[in-house]
């Protein structure tokens, strides 16, 4: 073979571009199929994990569009790396409230709009992140993998794309 594996990657805005448009294709998925179809409503946290992939893909979005230098590419990387890494701690907490055993599950609380009205801002994440009942529950798997294991391996393949950003040597 000749070169390296970098030669036969797409350039950096390529790679922002597939981030996008996983993002995307993952946020359509949610929205048509799991709410529209099967009629789930999002718990909390994964409103939350929407929340931080859309950052996420409008990160991805600006830097595909942008396509600046190495240096700016980095930092749009960067950015993306701690945005992966908060969506991926929300994530596990999620996954992780799901393998509780059932009389270790928080109790169901007030509606996430009830919180954001009454409670500040930082109290209402805080109890989001705590976690209830409600985000406990397994309302559908897919290959035997709940919807938060999902979304963890989704912010787990982000990350080798943001981290591929951070590591690659040309574009």
Not at 42 to 60: E, H, K, N, Y
Not at 132 to 138: K, L, P
């Amino acid at each position: 073979m000749n070169g390296s594996f970098a030669t036969y990657l797409p350039g950096s805005r390529g790679i922002n571009g597939i981030g996008f448009l996983l993002i995307v294709a993952a946020m359509l998925f949610a929205l048509f199929y799991l709410e529209g179809v099967l009629y789930l409503e999002p718990c909390p946290l994964c409103i939350i994990d929407r929340m931080v992939l859309s950052a996420i893909g409008l990160v991805f979005l600006l830097a595909a569009v942008h396509n600046p230098g190495r240096i700016g590419q980095r930092a749009y990387a960067g950015l993306n790396l701690l945005l992966v890494g908060l969506g991926a701690a929300v994530a596990g907490r999620h996954v992780w409230l799901q393998h509780l055993p059932a009389d270790q599950v928080p109790e169901c609380g007030a509606s996430l709009d009830y919180m954001l009205e009454t409670l500040p801002l930082h109290r209402t994440l805080q109890k989001v992140l705590q976690g209830s009942g409600e985000c406990a529950d397994v309302q559908w798997t897919l290959l035997g993998l709940s919807i938060p294991e999902q979304t963890l391996l989704l912010f787990v393949a982000l990350a080798g794309l943001v981290l591929l950003q951070l590591l690659r040597r040309t574009d």
